[in-house]
């Protein structure tokens, strides 16, 4: 009789020690899983807040934040880009090759996340302050759009710091929110991460046309 009843309780044990085993395994397999999800979710939500092209901004001569909306766009964008010496505030061949590759591997359809468009990724809202076309895929408008945004954010730039930006400055102004690169004094030590990572593998790939 003691034999009889050992044996399927012994069975039962085993099997719950079994399900002990397999139900921390499964939890550590998941954890392993969705933890680096979690972290990227986070990281990509992170650079939402401050990436995005100068969206919805076109940056004045006094240096302020100004919303597209409240601007007459024929005394805006023609204004605030005053004249560079040389050609240190346009948009060269290797910058504008450069940029329409690491934003859209110079794709002429591409339409980002947020509505950007064009291959150098504007947001339309700041376009409209530029030109009054809409043929975002027409190659030589996008240029001209992006050098004058690009002369904008480099009177800007000199305006506020009283020196030449970088290459890695300069794509750091075009890729995030208007603002941002201010708040953070213009320290590169002191920007996120990727925008950081971003901006050297911009300068990186003007240093690999150049050579």
Same mark, same amino acid.
């Given at each position: 009789m !003691?034999?009889?009843?050992?044996q399927?309780?012994?069975?039962f =044990?085993?099997?719950n020690?079994i399900k002990l085993?397999v139900i921390p +395994?499964l939890?550590?397999? =998941? &954890?392993?899983?969705?933890v680096?999800?979690?972290?990227w979710? #986070?990281?990509?939500?992170?650079?939402? !807040?401050f990436a995005g092209?100068n969206?919805g901004?076109v940056?004045s001569v %006094?240096g302020?934040?100004?919303?597209?909306a409240?601007?007459?766009?024929a005394?805006?964008?023609?204004t605030? &880009? #005053?004249?560079v010496?040389g050609d240190?505030g346009l948009? @060269?061949?290797?910058?504008?090759?450069?940029l329409g =590759?690491?934003? +859209?591997a110079?794709?002429?359809d591409?339409?980002?996340? #947020?509505?950007?468009v064009?291959?150098?990724?504007? =947001?339309?809202?700041v376009w409209?302050?530029? !030109?009054?076309?809409?043929?975002?895929?027409?190659?030589?408008v996008?240029?001209?759009?992006?050098r004058?945004?690009?002369?904008?954010l480099? #009177?800007f730039?000199?305006?506020q710091t009283?020196?030449?930006?970088?290459?890695?400055?300069?794509?750091?102004?075009w @890729?995030?929110?208007?603002?941002?690169y %201010?708040s953070?004094g213009?320290?590169?030590a002191?920007? @996120?991460p990727v925008?950081?990572?971003r901006?050297?593998?911009?300068?990186?790939?003007?240093?690999?046309?150049?050579?």
């Amino acid at each position: 009789m !003691s034999d009889h009843w050992s044996q399927p309780t012994n069975v039962f =044990m085993t099997k719950n020690k079994i399900k002990l085993l397999v139900i921390p +395994t499964l939890m550590l397999g =998941m &954890a392993a899983v969705l933890v680096p999800l979690a972290i990227w979710t #986070a990281q990509a939500n992170s650079v939402r !807040s401050f990436a995005g092209d100068n969206r919805g901004f076109v940056p004045s001569v %006094a240096g302020t934040a100004r919303p597209l909306a409240a601007e007459n766009p024929a005394t805006l964008v023609r204004t605030t &880009a #005053a004249p560079v010496a040389g050609d240190s505030g346009l948009l @060269n061949a290797r910058h504008r090759f450069a940029l329409g =590759m690491i934003e +859209t591997a110079n794709n002429d359809d591409e339409i980002g996340g #947020a509505g950007e468009v064009s291959r150098y990724q504007i =947001m339309p809202s700041v376009w409209k302050h530029y !030109s009054d076309s809409r043929s975002y895929q027409n190659p030589e408008v996008s240029l001209e759009v992006a050098r004058q945004h690009w002369t904008a954010l480099h #009177a800007f730039f000199k305006q506020q710091t009283h020196r030449e930006p970088t290459n890695f400055d300069m794509y750091v102004l075009w @890729n995030t929110r208007y603002g941002y690169y %201010a708040s953070k004094g213009f320290n590169p030590a002191r920007l @996120n991460p990727v925008v950081r990572d971003r901006a050297q593998r911009f300068v990186n790939l003007i240093e690999r046309v150049e050579s």
